[in-house]
């Protein structure tokens, strides 16, 4: 095999050099070139060489492979040096050792690429559970997005990266883990409603509602705060549904307190709305504290205070014998509509249609009108003559503090309504799977509407 040393090969006419005839494979490896025939001007003005660097014709001139020919590239060329440094540019055609036993790693790309450019990148010392890398994109599309950068945190990964053009960019060739590593997010609007509050006993207070958290169309949160901000889910993550029981009805005294309702799961801060407070059913005590307060207790018992953002105080006892307070709601009080009566809550339109939610219980009233719970499926209070009635299911709504005279039976409180989570997401984005069995609507408004009256998950 003959060894060819020159300064430069230029074509013999134009600008295209053809290298080799079809079926022939040119070798281009260090300062070598095989080939069975070399079609140029002059063979004596092959190659320009220095060192280990190899010219093919002048600047401006088209260098091409015959038809059925192939060329061999001299392959990777990887880097002696171990990276340790917190930062990186890497260039096409290398292969770096990356060790990040003390400090993360960002990989800087390069900001323009041909296809087939192609960089490894592989854990040196297993540690990228520890400090991960990160791949800063340099504008340039990574598995067809621009955001986020990809970030490899899994110990021993060996990342081998093809340029595959301008539309996918960067595409992991191997990368011991199939996860996309440019996830995209949507966005997502919720109303996450708690269960609310059971009633007191034995003309006890109205058990408070369910916290009240609302993202949708810039309608109120509870409290009468402003509306929240939606969630922004990330494609392919899970989102697990919490949805609270309501308290039970108070049997010797105060009502049980509701249950919290929650979204939690990747790239976001967890929503989560407290359960109503139960009715206090003791001479003068005051009710729970909770999303929205339970009433007080006859004569003078403090109403339970709400939380902010959520809801509001439960009434304290009106000072008249044989009467509580009702229980707070998701925009009222609790006795704010008359005295006993469970303070309202709130309506969205998140479903569609408007519906309110997360009204307070009403207390005990002996003796006059019955005491209204608050609109929202807040549950009525006892009384001379009535019977006290449980919150409404997936409302929230606080259950009914119990009379003082009928017996057993309804000097009991009753139990709160349970709560309901909803998320409101772009018809074009739903993906069709969730878990828990909630009713799915589409096309409200473009949007497909998921509503959970119990547990469950939806996977973005």
Same mark, same amino acid.
């Given at each position: 095999?003959s060894?060819i040393?020159?300064?430069k090969?230029?074509?013999?006419?134009?600008t295209?050099?053809?290298l080799g005839?079809?079926?022939d494979?040119?070798?281009?490896?260090?300062?070598?070139?095989?080939t069975?025939a070399v079609?140029a001007a002059d063979a004596?003005?092959l190659?320009?060489q220095?060192g280990?660097?190899?010219?093919?014709?002048?600047s401006?001139?088209?260098?091409?492979?015959?038809?059925?020919?192939?060329l061999?590239?001299?392959?990777?060329?990887w880097?002696?040096?171990?990276?340790?440094?917190?930062?990186?540019t890497?260039?096409?055609?290398?292969?770096?050792?990356?060790?990040t036993?003390?400090?993360?790693c960002?990989?800087t790309?390069?900001?323009s690429a041909?296809?087939?450019?192609?960089i490894?990148?592989?854990?040196?010392?297993?540690?990228?559970?520890?400090?991960?890398?990160t791949?800063?994109?340099?504008?340039l599309?990574?598995?067809g997005?621009?955001?986020?950068?990809?970030?490899?945190?899994?110990?021993?990964?060996s990342?081998?990266l093809?340029?595959?053009?301008a539309?996918?960019?960067w595409i992991p060739?191997?990368?011991?883990?199939v996860?996309?590593?440019?996830p995209?997010t949507?966005?997502?609007?919720f109303l996450?409603?708690a269960g609310?509050?059971?009633?007191g006993?034995?003309?006890?207070?109205?058990?408070g509602?369910g916290?009240y958290?609302?993202?949708f169309a810039?309608?109120?949160s509870?409290?009468n705060?402003?509306?929240?901000?939606?969630?922004?889910l990330?494609?392919g993550?899970?989102?697990?549904i919490t949805v609270?029981?309501?308290?039970?009805?108070?049997t010797?005294?105060?009502?049980?307190d509701?249950?919290d309702?929650?979204?939690?799961g990747?790239?976001i801060t967890?929503?989560?709305?407290a359960g109503?407070?139960?009715?206090s059913?003791?001479?003068?005590?005051p009710g729970?504290?909770?999303?929205s307060? +339970? @009433? /007080?207790?006859?004569?003078? !018992?403090? #109403?339970?205070?709400? %939380?902010?953002?959520?809801?509001?105080? $439960? *009434?304290? &006892?009106?000072?008249?014998?044989?009467?509580?307070g009702?229980?707070?709601g998701?925009?009222?009080a609790?006795?704010s509509?008359?005295n006993s009566?469970?303070?309202d809550?709130?309506s969205s339109?998140?479903?569609?249609?408007?519906?309110?939610r997360?009204?307070?219980?009403?207390?005990?009233?002996e003796?006059?009108?019955?005491?209204?719970?608050?609109? +929202? @499926? /807040?549950g009525?209070?006892? !009384?001379? #003559?009535?019977?006290? %009635?449980?919150g409404t299911?997936?409302t $929230? *709504?606080g &259950?009914g503090?119990?009379?003082?005279?009928?017996?057993?039976?309804?000097?009991?409180?009753f139990?709160g309504?349970?709560?309901?989570?909803?998320?409101s997401?772009?018809?074009?984005d739903y993906?069709?799977?969730?878990?828990?069995?909630?009713?799915?609507?589409?096309?409200?408004?473009?949007?497909?509407?998921?509503?959970?009256?119990?547990?469950?998950?939806?996977?973005?």
């Open positions: 095999m060894k040393e020159v300064d090969v230029d074509p013999q006419s134009g295209t050099l053809t005839t079809s079926g494979t040119v070798v281009v490896a260090g300062n070598v070139v095989k069975n079609q004596g003005n190659i320009s220095s280990t660097t190899i010219t093919l014709g002048a401006g001139d088209t260098v091409s492979v015959a038809s059925g020919a192939t061999e590239g001299a392959g990777l060329a880097q002696s040096s171990i990276v340790t440094a917190a930062t990186l890497a260039e096409a055609g290398k292969g770096y050792w990356i060790d036993t003390s400090n993360a960002t990989v790309f390069p900001g041909s296809v087939g450019d192609q490894i990148l592989t854990d040196y010392a297993r540690k990228w559970g520890t400090n991960a890398v791949i800063n994109q340099n504008s599309n990574f598995q997005q621009t955001s986020p950068n990809p970030i490899y945190n899994t110990n021993g990964q990342v081998d093809v340029y595959s053009g539309t996918q960019g060739n191997s990368d011991d883990d996860t996309n590593k440019a995209q949507y966005s997502a609007d996450v409603v609310g509050g059971g009633g006993r034995d003309r006890g207070g109205g058990g509602a916290g958290k609302n993202s810039s309608e109120s509870g409290a705060s402003s509306s929240l901000t939606a969630l922004s990330i494609d993550s899970t989102y697990t609270g029981g309501g308290g039970a009805g108070g010797s005294n105060l009502g049980g509701g249950n309702s929650s979204i939690s990747s790239g967890t929503v989560t709305s109503g407070g139960g009715g059913g003791s001479s003068s005590s729970n504290s909770g999303g307060g +339970g @009433g /007080g207790s006859y004569p003078s !018992g403090a #109403g339970g205070s709400g %939380t902010a953002l959520q809801g509001l105080d $439960g *009434g304290a &006892g009106p000072g008249a014998a044989n009467q509580a009702g229980g707070g998701a925009t009222e609790g006795n509509d008359g009566y469970g303070g809550g709130l339109s998140i479903t569609g249609s408007a519906v309110t997360a009204g307070g219980g009403g207390g005990n009233l003796f006059g009108s019955k005491p209204n719970g608050g609109a +929202g @499926g /807040g009525d209070g006892g !009384g001379e #003559g009535f019977v006290a %009635t449980v299911t997936n $929230g *709504g &259950g503090g119990g009379s003082g005279g009928g017996g057993a039976a309804t000097n009991d409180g139990a309504g349970s709560g309901v989570v909803i998320l997401v772009l018809d074009a993906s069709g799977t969730t878990t828990g069995s909630p009713t799915v609507a589409t096309g409200v408004s473009g949007k497909t509407v998921l509503t959970f009256n119990g547990d469950g998950s939806y996977t973005a």
